[in-house]
């Protein structure tokens, strides 16, 4: 009843703005995105936040779209039951999973998070409240999928679940070039035994490919158990670059399943360095366990985009067919000098789509794999350095045959940015669904940069050059926002020990 009368409120804010002719945006609560929020004309979603429910029988579960992967992950281990795709940060949205593009470690496997989705509930432009799945309007059922809310409001999906296992038994193998890593990748995607598969480039000779594999019992009674979610415990990446160091040979552990699932959360894969580098605080182990709270993703977001640092950080996904890959990463290393690179495996989704896409095909048809490469580190400290970097890496992309993720900086003109994707297809649907109201998706992710660069300029924006003023500010933002208490009260972490 709570949930028919939050979106019964929904429906009648939305068809208000089409009455008026007036375009909205949706007020979440939160974002996991690096573009600036908006402020005004939004429809406040803050209240669907729920799992409603469980079918252990059908193996499926009734989410609301503000529902987080951690809330989302105990509420169905509580039923032996997980997620096939589930994002690494914690904070991340079954919403933003399906409006957006979220592939993860299981992806090479499952897809991207949207596939496994069954139905849909949204509310469209004009305020009508309709469902969505692969037998009913499935047209925009489709092309909602990374489409970033153009086509109206998520308010509730059904998600596909499976058996939940007590550990990832989890491997990594030492490689020494990014040739030697792409073969890896794609022998482990052909092999059915791995459950979920990425890779570490710390280096252009230095790198471990991860292979996990679902399991109740460990495999060996020598294998020794591993958590990432403590404060004593160490960064994952910083664990697995140890691993390989002191090993050449494969080395495999067992992983209790949710500590794998958010094993990136504390320091944000590596992107949480960065902060020890803006305050010149030393980077070891005693301080990062001192500094634990502000190092889960939640926070650092929070203070990302308060402290106005986001304008000034490289944070890409971009993923490319297997052909080209190597050569991107030879540019990225000229380029940008930014290690460690994150790399997933992906399965496209069917054509047309608003997900990162390539035309390679197999010999039977079928859309070949692609891999994401995380680009995450610092850029150029002057903007306008920065905006000519960022719009070299996008050059360089459309040259390899790659696309980039929406969720961060996009500086295409209008043009170069619909060459990539099928117009027509997403203007018709809009048509048809009586979407055009609504902010396209250029419109949502384009920056402008010249008002950017006045608002650089402006008096009120010139404390946020003065360091380190900018950066407490972001502290203070994070602090106020208490999302350390989500790490801290994380009924996931107690599950592993449950079972272990």
Same mark, same amino acid.
């Given at each position: 009843m709570q949930h028919d009368e939050t979106v019964a409120t929904i429906s009648t804010s939305v068809r208000q703005f089409y009455e008026r002719k007036e375009s909205f945006r949706i007020f979440h609560g939160s974002t996991n995105s690096t573009r600036s929020k908006p402020t005004k004309n939004l429809v406040d979603t803050s209240r669907l936040r729920h799992v409603l429910s469980v079918d252990k029988k059908k193996m499926t579960c009734l989410v609301e779209p503000n529902v987080s992967m951690d809330r989302l992950v105990e509420a169905t281990l509580e039923h032996g039951l997980v997620p096939p795709v589930v994002m690494e940060f914690p904070g991340i949205t079954v919403g933003g999973g399906y409006s957006g593009t979220s592939g993860e470690s299981s992806s090479f496997k499952h897809g991207f998070f949207d596939q496994t989705i069954n139905w849909v509930e949204m509310v469209l432009a004009n305020g009508e409240i309709v469902k969505l799945s692969?037998?009913?309007?499935?047209?925009?059922?489709? *092309?909602?999928?990374? *489409?970033?809310g153009t086509f109206g409001v998520t308010t509730l999906m059904e998600l596909q679940l499976q058996e939940a296992k007590k550990f990832v038994e989890t491997t990594y193998w030492p490689v020494n070039s990014m040739q030697e890593a792409i073969a890896k990748l794609q022998k482990a995607t052909i092999d059915s035994k791995w459950d979920y598969l990425d890779g570490i480039m710390f280096s252009k000779t230095e790198g471990a490919i991860v292979t996990g594999r679902l399991a109740n019992e460990v495999s060996s009674s020598t294998t020794p158990i591993k958590t990432f979610s403590n404060p004593e415990d160490e960064w994952f990446y910083l664990h697995v670059k140890d691993v390989i160091s002191k090993s050449r040979q494969p080395v495999t552990e067992a992983i209790p399943l949710a500590e794998y699932l958010f094993r990136y959360d504390r320091g944000g894969f590596w992107v949480g360095e960065s902060a020890f580098d803006y305050f010149h605080w030393p980077f070891n182990k005693t301080t990062r366990r001192q500094l634990d709270d502000f190092l889960h993703t939640r926070m650092m977001y929070t203070a990302l985009h308060a402290s106005g640092q986001s304008k000034k950080y490289v944070v890409q996904d971009l993923a490319l067919p297997y052909s080209t890959a190597e050569q991107f990463v030879e540019y990225t290393d000229?380029?940008?000098?930014?290690?460690?690179?994150?790399?997933?495996?992906l399965k496209q989704n069917p054509l047309p789509t608003m997900h990162p896409h390539s035309n390679e095909s197999e010999a039977d048809g079928s859309l070949k794999q692609m891999l994401n490469i995380g680009l995450w580190g610092p850029g150029p400290k002057r903007y306008q350095d920065f905006v000519a970097k960022n719009r070299d890496l996008e050059r360089k992309l459309k040259e390899l045959g790659g696309m980039k993720w929406l969720y961060a900086h996009t500086y295409y003109d209008e043009g170069q940015f619909w060459e990539m994707f099928d117009r027509k297809w997403y203007d018709d649907l809009r048509q048809k669904y009586g979407a055009t109201s609504l902010p396209s998706v250029y419109e949502k992710v384009r920056i402008n940069v010249e008002t950017e660069e006045r608002k650089n300029r402006s008096l009120s924006e010139a404390w946020k050059r003065i360091w380190p003023l900018a950066g407490m500010y972001g502290i203070w933002k994070a602090i106020r926002s208490k999302t350390h208490l989500e790490a801290r009260n994380a009924a996931w972490r107690e599950y592993g020990k449950i079972k272990n």
């Open positions: 692969r037998t009913e309007n499935s047209d925009l059922f489709h *092309a909602a999928a990374g *489409a970033l000229e380029t940008f000098g930014i290690y460690p690179l994150w790399l997933c495996p």
